[in-house]
């Protein structure tokens, strides 16, 4: 057996008949597999699609139950309201300027105003009555009724300055947000106006991209989108989108936007300086804060970090000394 596999592999007729039909099958194989084979890119492209599609069907029918059972523009709730317009808290309570803190803070909308007021009425009173209740019923520490008295007007005043300090911090949260964002929302921004798009398209994608980053800044975007399609005067929707947001970045280029709606300068090199002063303002807050760590952690270090290592440095020294065992 083993004879006659040598005698086939030495004779040169059996291996030359044998690389033709290995020849000829590679050869039928490379013209046959191409056409065997389907189109799996539109094949996956249909597939695609068809996710997509049912995709969106899923959002819709989610969107259309949360409609059923929310209401895009909230009711203030009756008992609030009430008593807002009992005291006519608008008038004394509700400034000017609260009115912007809440718009800056994000709260929109009649329910966030009367809700605002009622706690700049309820929370001080609270206070009032809470130290009060304390001082008198629980622990007057040995003060005096002047002195009691005293403190709970303090607990009062506590209690007016309290919404203000809550607006104030949700100001400083939501502006952090989109301070870091803003630069790279300018560069979609600026990517968006040169390849063509109109500036609402240009902030409706923006918005839809910078939400990732920064869902406040997607919000005034989005909003901005909504005012320039309805107000008249599209030098409106600008303004109030610096006045919303209160950051200077934001200002200047709803100035640059409003100088290319009035006068038809090109708004890309000027979209291209902001948001390279915006990067720069970035890095400049970054680099500020890194050099404030160490006066920061002069008097950390000093209370823990010092007391520990004249331990570890002199115990050793005091055994010796005292002998220890």
Do not use: H
Not at 59 to 85: F, H, T, W
Not at 87 to 98: P, R
Not at 310 to 325: D, E, N, R, S, T
């Amino acid at each position: 057996m083993i004879s006659q596999i040598v005698d086939r592999l030495t004779d040169p007729q059996f291996m030359l008949a044998l690389l033709a039909a290995v020849a000829a099958a590679a050869t039928v194989l490379t013209v046959a597999i191409p056409l065997t084979e389907g189109n799996t890119l539109q094949k996956r492209m249909k597939n695609v699609a068809t996710e997509r599609e049912k995709i969106r069907a899923r959002e819709r029918e989610r969107l259309n139950r949360q409609n059923e059972r929310v209401s895009l523009r909230q009711e203030p709730k009756a008992y609030m309201r009430r008593i807002v317009e009992q005291f006519k808290l608008g008038d004394w309570l509700g400034t000017e300027s609260a009115r912007r803190q809440l718009t800056m803070a994000g709260y929109r909308g009649p329910q966030s105003e009367i809700t605002f007021l009622f706690f700049r009425l309820a929370v001080p009173v609270g206070f009032f009555l809470f130290a009060l209740f304390y001082l008198f019923l629980i622990n007057g520490f040995g003060q005096s009724l002047p002195m009691k008295i005293a403190i709970a007007i303090g607990g009062a005043y506590l209690g007016i300055k309290a919404p203000e300090v809550f607006l104030s911090n949700q100001i400083s949260k939501r502006q952090l947000s989109m301070r870091l964002a803003f630069p790279d929302a300018l560069d979609l921004l600026l990517i968006c106006v040169e390849s063509g798009m109109s500036i609402e398209q240009a902030f409706r994608k923006v918005a839809n991209e910078i939400g990732g980053q920064s869902v406040p800044l997607a919000e005034e975007f989005a909003l901005c989108t909504a005012e320039l399609s309805y107000l008249t005067d599209r030098r409106i929707a600008y303004e109030n989108l610096a006045m919303r947001t209160g950051l200077e970045g934001v200002k200047s280029v709803s100035t640059a936007l409003i100088q290319a709606e009035r006068y038809g300068t090109p708004l890309g090199t000027a979209l291209r300086t902001l948001a390279q002063e915006s990067r720069d303002q970035r890095m400049n807050a970054a680099e500020k804060k890194a050099a404030s760590l160490p006066p920061k952690l002069t008097v950390p270090m000093i209370l823990f970090f010092l007391p520990v290592l004249f331990v570890i440095i002199m115990f050793p020294a005091l055994v010796q000394v005292f002998g220890w065992k």
